[in-house]
C-alpha cells in the first residue's frame, strides 16, 4: 500500500512538472519580440516619436562599435538581412532613464530562454552617437552625450522563424532620453555568420 501511494504521488509530481514544463515551452514557442514593442507602449513615461515598418534587403546590423575608417564610418563588425523592419522610437519623460528601460527589455528578452545576445556596448565603447543617430537609425533626436548610450542586438528564434532585435538608448540630457527599438523578422531562409 505504502508502494503504490508513493507511486501515485510520484506519478501525479511526474504529471504536474509535464504539464508546466510543456505550458512554459509553448509560452516560449509563442512568443514574439513584438511583445516589447507593446511593454514600451503600456509604460506611461514612454512617449511615442517614430514608427516606421519597411521591407529590408541587406539591412546592415551592427555587431561593433561604429568607427572612422579611412575616411568612412563603418561597423567593425557588421551582418546584412533581408526581412520585415519594424523601427519605433520613444521619448522617455518624467525624469525615467533611457537605459533603465532598455535594462528592462533585456530582461524581459533573457526571461524567453531563448534570446541571444550578438554585442553589446555602453557609452564611448559604441563609437561616435551622431552617427548611431543619423547614420545607423535616421533619427537625430538620439543623438547624446556620449556617456550616455547603449547598444544592444539579439537573436531569438520564434514560431514563424528569427528575429534580431537591436536596441539603444541615448539622452542628451535630464530630461531628454530617447529610446530606439528595431525588430526584424527574418526573410524565410535568411542566415547569418554571427550564429
Given at each position: 500500500?505504502?508502494?503504490?501511494?508513493?507511486?501515485?504521488?510520484?506519478?501525479?509530481?511526474?504529471?504536474?512538472?509535464?504539464?508546466?514544463?510543456?505550458?512554459q515551452a509553448e509560452s516560449r514557442e509563442a512568443y514574439h519580440p513584438e511583445a516589447l514593442l507593446g511593454e514600451v507602449a503600456s509604460f506611461p513615461h514612454a512617449l511615442p516619436?517614430?514608427?516606421?515598418?519597411?521591407?529590408?534587403?541587406?539591412?546592415?546590423?551592427?555587431?561593433?562599435?561604429?568607427?572612422?575608417l579611412k575616411g568612412d564610418w563603418v561597423f567593425r563588425s557588421s551582418v546584412r538581412l533581408d526581412g520585415e523592419l519594424q523601427r519605433v522610437t520613444w521619448q522617455i519623460v518624467d525624469g525615467f532613464a533611457s537605459r533603465e528601460l532598455l535594462q528592462r527589455l533585456e530582461a524581459s528578452l533573457m526571461q524567453q530562454?531563448?534570446?541571444?545576445l550578438l554585442f553589446a556596448c555602453d557609452g564611448r565603447s559604441c563609437g561616435s552617437g551622431s552617427q548611431w543617430a543619423?547614420?545607423?537609425?535616421?533619427?537625430?533626436?538620439?543623438?547624446?552625450?556620449?556617456?550616455?548610450?547603449?547598444?544592444?542586438v539579439y537573436a531569438l528564434d520564434g514560431p514563424h522563424g528569427g528575429y534580431r532585435v537591436l536596441l539603444y538608448s541615448g539622452a542628451r540630457s535630464a530630461d531628454r532620453q530617447y529610446l530606439h527599438a528595431e525588430i526584424l523578422t527574418l526573410a524565410v531562409g535568411a542566415t547569418d555568420s554571427a550564429l
Open positions: 500500500m505504502k508502494f503504490t501511494a508513493h507511486y501515485w504521488n510520484t506519478a501525479g509530481l511526474l504529471l504536474i512538472w509535464a504539464v508546466a514544463f510543456g505550458a516619436i517614430a514608427r516606421k515598418v519597411e521591407t529590408a534587403r541587406d539591412h546592415e546590423i551592427g555587431l561593433g562599435p561604429i568607427q572612422k530562454g531563448e534570446a541571444l543619423n547614420r545607423v537609425f535616421g533619427q537625430r533626436l538620439l543623438y547624446g552625450r556620449a556617456d550616455d548610450q547603449s547598444y544592444r
